[in-house]
């Protein structure tokens, strides 16, 4: 879904993009750099979940156009902050009334869903999604984590904001239309935010099981419900299990790679020359069969795993034997998402006597 945004203002003097340089190009280069330069101060500035970061970069730096200005990034985090201070609050009912919490999340799920889908406004859609679980669920373990978490959180949104703001005025978008508007109208809105919710309602149950090691799960199965709602019935097995693989296998990769030199700037040019041959195909800069989504979603899918890796690796865990686990709940989920598609629009089909848009 294209978020609407503001008018695309000039460059200025001094950095002018180079010289026939298509728009295609300057967003590859854009999104590329900048989600390179976040994981660089993520991890340099030891913020308390590093991958946010660059996650925050790769979901606001796909839109096309200049990324939001200062007052638009004051209010998202805010918002933000608005959302995941709910989750604290449904932490506590998560462990003393559970089937109410469990009813309070799905209808704030759904609301989640229906802002990004309805309103067309996609990342304050999905930071509310996190907000009403990722916080909860972290809660269960401890009040300390949910707040940990929220500042981590608002402190990788912003440094996402600043990176893209300094890789902009290098490749900006001069002359670009803005992205037409392609929100979802009321029936097929709301059923395709019922349906994203029921995509990530039990990843998230299978989540409370142990939420310190399950919490990507949860930021995985959030994004995979978005990217359910953009693709056709028809394509969506090879584009939700093919983006996750693609995603697990630029992963290794990059672990691979990050062994020769276990530097910061290692890893940054690595995960940058990843981000780069992705974004390349998302953005139009090199033809390809498949849609944006399927591109970003690998990134965003190899970011979860590299971050989660990290982590591991640095607490003392078995990495490969974490990290094949993990992409095993990956693909479980993704499976599930497919299989639940299926049905619903199955089960629907006969209702309407039409397909809905995602449906065919």
């Known amino acids: 879904m294209a978020v609407p945004r503001p008018e695309v203002q000039s460059a200025s003097p001094g950095t002018q993009p180079p010289a026939g340089l298509p728009?295609?190009?300057?967003?590859?280069?854009?999104?590329?750099?900048?989600?390179?330069l976040a994981?660089?101060?993520?991890?340099?500035l030891n913020l308390g979940v590093p991958f946010i970061a660059p996650l925050f970069a790769v979901?606001?730096?796909?839109q096309p156009g200049p990324p939001p200005g200062l007052k638009q990034s004051a209010v998202l985090?805010?918002?933000?902050?608005?959302?995941?201070?709910?989750?604290?609050?449904?932490?506590?009912?998560?462990?003393?009334?559970?089937?109410?919490?469990?009813?309070?999340?799905?209808l704030g799920l759904f609301l989640s869903n229906r802002i990004a889908l309805r309103g067309g406004k996609v990342m304050p859609g999905t930071l509310l999604a996190f907000g009403f679980t990722v916080i909860p669920a972290a809660s269960c373990v401890s009040q300390a984590l949910a707040s940990a978490l929220i500042a981590a959180m608002a402190l990788g949104l912003s440094v996402a904001l600043l990176c893209l703001w300094l890789v902009y005025p290098w490749f900006p978008e001069e002359g670009a239309p803005a992205p037409a508007d392609t929100s979802a109208n009321a029936p097929d809105g709301d059923w395709l935010s019922l349906r994203a919710t029921l995509i990530v309602l039990p990843a998230f149950l299978f989540t409370l099981t142990n939420p310190a090691a399950y919490l990507p799960l949860t930021v995985k199965s959030i994004l995979l419900g978005r990217e359910a709602t953009q693709v056709s019935l028809r394509n969506a097995g090879f584009e939700l299990i093919g983006s996750t693989a693609l995603g697990g296998l630029c992963a290794v990769a990059i672990?691979?790679?990050?062994?020769?030199?276990?530097?910061?700037?290692?890893?940054?040019?690595?995960?940058?020359?990843?981000?780069?041959?992705?974004?390349s195909r998302a953005t139009g800069a090199r033809p390809s069969r498949l849609a944006?989504?399927?591109?970003?979603?690998?990134?965003?899918?190899?970011?979860?795993?590299?971050?989660?890796?990290?982590?591991?690796?640095?607490?003392?865990k078995d990495v490969y034997q974490a990290f094949?686990?993990?992409?095993?709940?990956?693909?479980?989920?993704?499976?599930?998402?497919?299989?639940?598609?299926?049905?619903?629009?199955?089960?629907?089909?006969?209702?309407?006597?039409?397909?809905?848009?995602?449906?065919c």
Do not use: H, K
């Open 77 to 106: 985090v805010g918002f933000l902050m608005l959302s995941l201070g709910v989750g604290v609050l449904l932490g506590p009912l998560l462990q003393l009334a559970p089937v109410s919490a469990l009813i309070v999340i799905a």
């Open 59 to 62: 979901l606001l730096g796909a």
């Open 292 to 316: 944006p989504t399927f591109w970003i979603n690998s990134l965003t899918t190899a970011l979860i795993l590299l971050g989660a890796a990290v982590q591991d690796s640095a607490s003392g």
């Open 324 to 359: 094949a686990v993990r992409l095993a709940l990956f693909f479980a989920v993704t499976v599930y998402a497919l299989l639940a598609m299926r049905l619903l629009e199955a089960r629907r089909a006969p209702a309407v006597g039409v397909s809905a848009p995602g449906a």
């Open 255 to 279: 672990w691979v790679c990050l062994s020769l030199a276990v530097e910061l700037w290692f890893f940054t040019g690595w995960v940058t020359l990843c981000a780069l041959m992705l974004a």
């Open 39 to 44: 994981l660089a101060l993520g991890y340099g």
């Open 23 to 36: 728009p295609a190009a300057r967003r590859c280069f854009r999104l590329a750099l900048a989600t390179g």
